[in-house]
């Protein structure tokens, strides 16, 4: 189907809906984290498309499925993408991602879920990027055991395909930026005890490929973990998270050298929210082996926040600063360039220009919202590299400036602005433009022109 007829067509079916009240229970990042068993009674239903959000499966309605789905279609133009360097762009392209999935409730114990994907792509120079196209897959498909352990405690085992997405996803995302989602392949254990959440999980990512049912399980990387939150009583409004992830891969390229990586990260999470204000800190270590060598490497992040809930627009003025490690000396077996192992994908921003590997970046911003519907942002980015003896990254952790030789540290600043508007609960509009200028490091390393970019995509969900 033409791109045009696809959003025509999604524009017809809202404006149809627009008579419908809107539902109670919320859409979620992660679909497989909704809950829609308010709907039991009909007398709650209050929307057209609420019928297949909850089918009755027998005749106590104890058993249900849920049926859902997105539709996404996204226009993106780079003038000098990758600061010039490779095949370039003069008229943009189109992505399109759909979602489809059921989520089938047997009581309070037992649950499947399964999720298509497909994700296209048309008109890029250069052909297809690996999160572009992946004409048809399994997402997810998982099984749920929940075992009740006390009134408010339960332990729910998972095995399966599935998404992860942990904390504000700087480490482990669901990368919903990008064509297509990631996945991984593995089982999860997760115990809820009286506020208290700890997640356990061994996995492997998922290798997407362009073809039909063709994605697979990579056997060159394993990545295992613990993932906990609880609240912070002495702190109104606040929580911490405190987690170690494991990542072994075959084969890990950094500016230095290509070798096996063995990788350890310890980190913890400090956030909130209260009177107007919010802050979210993280604090990580890495530690292991690359190759014959050491592993020594370490982030700061944070994001801190005023709201006036009071003044017109509702303007939140932010200020976030983050720092990776580099490596020290390229020469030598150790490694001290931390790795951000499956972070989201618009990171900094939509171009995905800068990967937070070997990097200072300060971000002030400006979100305001003149009516329920819409949101804007205004933002100003600043980079550095933390060390001169390392490169920069992209978002994909692609090496795309080596820089072992010194030189200046300072990348360069990015400005970014986004419309978001919100009709109703089902259909999102999105335009985003974005302005990077070269800074003192990438033009000693040739080319190095400033890039233009924008983006416009429209979702529709059910």
């Not at 709907?39 to 609420?50: Q, V």
């Not at 089938?104 to 792509?121: D, N, P």
């Not at 009516?371 to 804007?376: A, F, G, K």
Request: charged share 20%; proline share 5%; hydrophobic share 35%.
């Amino acid at each position: 189907m033409h791109p045009l007829r696809i959003i025509a067509t999604t524009l017809l079916a809202t404006v149809s809906l627009g008579a419908c009240a809107e539902e109670v229970p919320a859409f979620r990042l992660s679909p497989q984290d909704e809950d829609w068993s308010a709907l039991r009674e009909a007398s709650s239903r209050t929307n057209c498309l609420e019928a297949i959000k909850f089918i009755p499966l027998n005749a106590k309605a104890s058993a249900w499925l849920t049926l859902g789905g997105e539709a996404r279609e996204r226009f993106e133009y780079f003038d000098h993408s990758n600061w010039g360097a490779g095949p370039q762009d003069n008229n943009g392209y189109l992505l399109q991602r759909f979602l489809v999935h059921g989520d089938a409730h047997f009581g309070s114990w037992f649950r499947i879920f399964t999720e298509f994907q497909s994700g296209l792509e048309a008109g890029r120079n250069g052909g297809a990027r690996p999160t572009d196209r992946d004409v048809f897959d399994v997402h997810q498909l998982f099984a749920d055991l929940r075992v009740p352990l006390a009134e408010q405690a339960s332990l729910t085992l998972r095995s399966g395909r599935q998404e992860l997405a942990f904390g504000s996803q700087r480490l482990v995302s669901i990368r919903d930026s990008p064509n297509l989602r990631r996945t991984f392949d593995g089982a999860r254990a997760t115990l809820l005890y009286e506020g208290w959440q700890l997640d356990a999980f061994v996995t492997r990512p998922v290798r997407l490929k362009p073809g039909v049912f063709d994605d697979d399980p990579d056997p060159g990387t394993k990545f295992w973990g613990m993932y906990g939150v609880a609240s912070l009583s002495f702190v109104p409004g606040g929580k911490v998270d405190f987690y170690y992830f494991g990542l072994d891969r075959d084969s890990a390229t950094f500016a230095q050298s290509t070798a096996r990586e063995r990788r350890h990260t310890i980190g913890t999470r400090i956030w909130g929210k209260n009177s107007g204000w919010d802050w979210n800190f993280e604090f990580v270590y890495q530690f292991g082996e690359f190759g014959a060598g050491h592993i020594a490497a370490w982030t700061a992040a944070s994001d801190t926040g005023f709201t006036f809930n009071r003044t017109p627009w509702t303007p939140r003025l932010g200020f976030k600063a983050d720092v990776t490690s580099g490596d020290r000396d390229p020469h030598d077996r150790d490694l001290q360039t931390f790795n951000p192992l499956f972070p989201k994908g618009g990171y900094f921003a939509e171009t995905g220009l800068i990967g937070p590997q070997n990097h200072i970046d300060v971000h002030p911003g400006l979100e305001l919202h003149p009516t329920h519907q819409i949101t804007l942002n205004a933002d100003l980015d600043l980079f550095w590299r933390e060390s001169t003896r390392d490169g920069i990254y992209n978002i994909g952790q692609s090496v795309v400036r080596p820089g072992l030789s010194g030189g200046s540290n300072y990348v360069g600043a990015q400005t970014t602005g986004q419309i978001e508007w919100r009709f109703g609960r089902h259909l999102t509009w999105v335009a985003n433009y974005a302005h990077f200028f070269a800074g003192d490091f990438l033009r000693e390393n040739p080319p190095a022109k400033d890039v233009n970019y924008f983006s416009s995509w429209i979702s529709y969900r059910f």
